[in-house]
């Protein structure tokens, strides 16, 4: 199965600032899924990027605030924009390995 | 629209007791299923998972889930629980179809052991 190395693992931002969220994986995949979870509640897919095109978002999320990159196979970011508390969750990515899918540790954003 | 339906949100067993945790799921092709656990503070876990063959599937820790298709279901068991099994399970589904579609998620179930 394929490891990711996701970062920062935590973070404290202030409102109106924004975070970068990277996601690397150790082998090449097609897609990598971005997922939402809320303090106490399960995953919410927030969008899907695939390398060389733009991301394809769910309901109640758009580029503006979530703005991914896909630069290549291994590696894409996920940037957290113009942040108010209700941004406070676990921020996940996930690719699938051929054996099944593979999350990253988590980022924990809280802000404040 | 595809969907997964965890019932219980909260169940408490007593350490060393049974343990069966649902999963419904709604879905129009052949679903690919998992448990994922997650401890507090902690990432996602993968017990189990089916692809195809064998119902019953076997994970780790000692978890076991069947697939049951004329019941849309796919419960995870365990025939004694450890304190150490406190956590958050999620059940998932995800499709591949060649397009390596996302999971879809339950809403998760909290499990607590009393000693």
């Known amino acids: 199965s394929a490891v990711i190395s996701q970062k920062p693992s935590r973070d404290i931002c202030q409102r109106g600032t924004s975070l970068t969220i990277q996601c690397q994986v150790d082998s090449q995949v097609t897609m990598m899924f971005w997922y939402r979870q809320q303090p106490g509640q399960s995953l919410t897919l927030i969008a899907t990027a695939n390398q060389g095109s733009e991301a394809t978002y769910e309901s109640g999320f758009v580029i503006d605030k979530f703005p991914i990159s896909r630069p290549n196979l291994t590696f894409s970011t996920l940037t957290v924009s113009n942040m108010s508390p209700e941004d406070s969750s676990i921020y996940l990515c996930?690719?699938?390995?051929?054996?099944?899918?593979?999350f990253g540790s988590g980022t924990r954003l809280t802000v404040v | 629209a595809q969907s997964v339906t965890q019932p219980d949100i909260h169940i408490t067993v007593s350490e060393g007791a049974s343990l069966e945790l649902r999963c419904n799921y709604s879905y129009g092709a052949t679903p690919y299923l998992f448990w994922y656990v997650q401890s507090p503070g902690q990432g996602l876990q993968l017990l189990l998972k089916y692809f195809s063959g064998d119902t019953l599937v076997q994970g780790i820790k000692g978890f076991e889930a069947e697939f049951k298709r004329s019941q849309s279901s796919f419960n995870l068991r365990k025939p004694s629980v450890h304190w150490s099994d406190a956590a958050e399970y999620f059940c998932?589904?995800?499709?591949?179809?060649?397009?390596?579609?996302?999971?879809?998620f339950g809403k998760g179930t909290k499990l607590s052991v009393k000693p």
């Open positions: 996930s690719v699938f390995s051929g054996n099944g899918y593979t």
């Open positions: 998932a589904v995800g499709y591949y179809g060649g397009s390596q579609g996302n999971l879809i």
